[in-house]
């Protein structure tokens, strides 16, 4: 199947072939009749594809501030690759289809097989989507006008935020897509709707569904037009639907709008405003979000929870509802907003055409729905197979960390045969970059595949006991990036099926140059050390799906696992005892604390584990006393040596935190089914991180 996709690094727009996605119980899979274009947006971010370095850089000037803070902390070469591995990652365009249901996740209990259904699916000829972003399109409502439920959703949403009554008075600013759809919303509302846009055509448009609309290029002063309409009081209500880097249509609003008015902002406009009119007039000012309550809270569109109706009248889904029935008894209609048409096989090279042309408002992909090809796996390979390799890969995960971190690492000797992902999109794109052979959907296509001896797991953390007992059941050696899983229950059973099997987890930093330099340096040692790590993490958002227990294990089991297994590494003994102290916020995120190993040998180890620093700040420090030696390691930068006769210092090139040697030791000793680190110490690490976890949050 194709799927339409968007280079932020070049701005190409390409169509790529991708196995089908799979669905869980809370999502549809749905093949794609139509898919409507909104022409600003998606335009916008093929612009800023387009853009250079530089130009990029002027317009996000915060994500600028960020990229000099990693290069002060993380060096010019570690953030360079980062930025450049982001930019090189294309997005998918589209978010607002129609189509017909292939297959309902077992939680979907109002959607059947071959019903026809809205989505803020992507452009894609079938999109796998969660129920509470997909809703049943009535009788008698076309698909093609269905198609554009979702976009109409979000000057929907503006308006509900504006609160407007029957009677009022309501200026729409900008009559693109959004500001012709909201002027139909305010009309089927009782509002009298004056508009302005400098696009006559726009205003004829406008116009014909009983507007008052107004072309700027008139020369009429808008500001008095609407006091003379509105008997000097100004009116109720403005919604700002328009897309422009001036401050004119917000301070207008200000001007044009009645004391105590309201003004909610849709569109993109410049935000330099001059308070005096807002503060005579105590103006009420907001900006809307998208499609309503719902949107970007994941435990709604990912985990399925609807909110209340009697506490949360109109979610997301509930506000495509509204606009399919106000589709269906004929108050909004969107004929005449369709003013290009395109078949998706062509999808490529419409927004050519959609940049180079006047009077465009509204696009529409048509699928050739009778020939989809949905295979769950594809070829993508370019290079012929490796056969000398004694390693055939199979990878399960295809996000941030395979793409930027782990697959730039690997040796190219290794044959690199299949690569999944859910979606399908990430594990084709990825998956070609990294000289996969295949992408697929369905991890059985690596399981079950006889020449691949080796699978490497880098999926969310609630998923890494499944895929590594698999991997063992068939007889496959397996790498998981780290937690190996959440529970002790999950443990024993690895334990049960483990026999002797080659498993190793993630546990890099083991492997960095200082470390090992550090580690050689205390080997004559007969004394216990003192380990102190500190570990500036930084903040993740409460709503992050690795902060979610269930899911990502939260943070200490997540990815502090990683330093408890490096004291470990470094005291050289089995931990005897652990405690914890933890300082969690309001929010109870569980991710500042301190972690105090004893181990067998007399060894002391502390963590301290923040969220609550400055991202200026170094985010890693290591410090090993014994002896009256110190060692300690900066930000896997420097290694500096205190009390040592002939060691003073050694640095890194570029920051190494042991990603390349970890994996490429790895898979060297699958030749030999050598165990790296002993699976004993692996369930050791596991154990006492879930332990300390539990500790904290009781």
């Known amino acids: 199947m194709k799927q339409l996709l968007n280079s932020f690094g070049t701005g190409e727009v390409y169509l790529e072939n991708i196995s089908k996605p799979t669905i869980d119980k809370n999502k549809l899979l749905i093949k794609n009749h139509y898919s409507a274009v909104s022409v600003g947006t998606e335009r916008m971010l093929v612009d800023f594809g387009k853009a250079n370095y530089f130009q990029k850089a002027r317009q996000q000037p915060e994500k600028v501030k960020e990229v000099i803070n990693k290069v002060k902390t993380d060096g010019l070469n570690t ?16 978010y607002s289809s129609c189509g017909e249901v292939l297959a309902v996740g077992e939680n979907c209990k109002d959607f059947e097989v ?34 554009f439920t979702v976009i109409s959703t979000i000057p929907l949403q503006g308006i509900r935020l504006l609160q407007v009554d029957i009677g009022e008075t309501v200026v729409v600013t900008g009559l693109g897509l959004m500001g012709l759809i909201a002027s139909q919303i ?5 509002c009298k709707v004056i508009a302005t846009d400098f696009d006559s055509n726009k205003v004829e448009i406008a116009k014909s569904f009983g507007v008052d609309a107004i072309d700027l290029n008139s020369g009429m002063d808008i500001v008095d037009y609407v006091k003379q309409q509105t008997g000097g009081f100004g009116s109720d209500k403005v919604l700002i639907t328009a897309s422009t880097k001036s401050n004119d249509p917000i301070m207008q609003a200000a001007e044009m709008v009645r004391k105590r008015g309201k003004i909610v902002l849709v569109g993109v406009v410049g935000l330099d405003i001059d308070r005096t009119p807002f503060y005579e007039k105590e103006v009420t000012f907001q900006v809307s979000s998208s499609y309503g309550p719902g949107r970007y809270d994941s435990q709604y569109e990912e985990g399925g929870i ?34 290009h048409r395109f078949r998706f096989e062509e999808a490529d090279k419409a927004y050519e055409e959609l940049s180079n042309t006047s009077n465009v408002i509204g696009g529409l992909f048509e699928y050739d729905h009778s020939s989809v090809e949905t295979e769950d796996i594809v070829d993508i390979s370019s290079n012929k197979v490796n056969p000398k390799s004694h390693v055939t890969i ?26 999944a992902s859910s979606g399908g999109m990430s594990s084709t794109v990825v998956g070609k970059k990294h000289g996969f052979e295949s992408a697929t959907t369905n991890v059985d296509n690596i399981m079950n595949d006889d020449e691949i001896n080796t699978v490497i797991v880098t999926t969310r953390h609630n998923s890494h006991y499944k895929y590594v007992k698999e991997a063992m059941e068939n007889n496959k050696s397996v790498f998981v ?46 004394s216990a050390k003192f380990i102190n790590i500190n570990v500036n993490a930084g903040q993740i958002p409460k709503d992050h799906w690795s902060q979610d227990h269930k899911v990502g294990g939260g943070r ?22 652990h405690k914890i102290l933890s300082m969690y916020d309001r929010d109870e995120n569980f991710d500042t604390f301190s972690i105090i190993l004893k181990f067998e040998d007399g060894s002391l180890a502390n963590i301290n584990y923040y969220a609550n620093g400055s991202k200026s700040f170094p985010k890693e420090h290591v410090h090993v006393s014994c002896e009256d030696k110190i060692l300690e390691i900066d930000n896997f930068k420097v290694l500096r040596g205190f009390g040592f006769n002939k060691f003073k210092k050694m640095k890194s090139a570029n920051q190494d935190k ?15 089914n050598q165990s790296l680190i002993p699976f004993e110490d692996i369930v050791e690490v596991s154990r006492v991180s879930i332990d300390l976890d539990a500790k904290m949050r009781n």
């Not at 989505?119 to 269905?146: D, I, R, T, Y």
């Not at 009697?310 to 004929?330: H, P, S």
């Not at 780290?482 to 083991?510: C, S, W």
Request: aromatic residues 8%; charged residues 20%; contains cysteine.
């Open 481 to 526: 990036e780290k937690p190996l899983a959440l529970t002790h229950e999950e443990i024993d059973d690895l334990v049960q099926v483990y026999n002797g099997h080659h498993v190793m987890v993630g546990f890099n930093r083991r492997y960095s140059p200082l470390v090992e330099k550090m580690k050689e340096l205390f080997s004559s040692t007969l």
């Open 394 to 419: 199979g990878m399960i995960g295809a996000g941030n960390y395979s793409n930027q971190t782990l697959l730039p690492k690997i040796d190219n000797k290794f044959r690199k045969k299949i690569i």
């Open 79 to 94: 953030t360079y690759n980062a930025v450049k591995s982001k930019l090189d990652q294309p997005i998918p365009l589209g």
């Open 186 to 190: 305010l009309m089927a509302n009782g």
């Open 556 to 577: 200490l089991i997540g990815e502090a696992c990683h330093f408890v297994d490096l004291a470990k590494f470094l005291a050289d003994s089995k931990i005897l005892n």
């Open 306 to 339: 609807d909110y209340p109706y009697g506490y949360v009248r109109w979610t997301e889904n509930r506000n495509f509802q509204a606009i399919l029935d106000l589709l269906k008894t004929n108050r909004i209609s969107f004929d005449r907003l369709i003013t």
């Open 658 to 672: 042991g990603h390349e040697k970890c994996i490429n030791e790895f898979l060297k000793s699958t030749k030999t």
């Open 114 to 147: 071959g019903d026809f259904v809205i989505s803020n699916g992507a452009h894609a000829e079938v999109v796998a989507v969660n129920k509470n972003l997909v809703a049943n399109v009535p009788g008698g409502v076309s698909l093609e006008q269905a198609a």
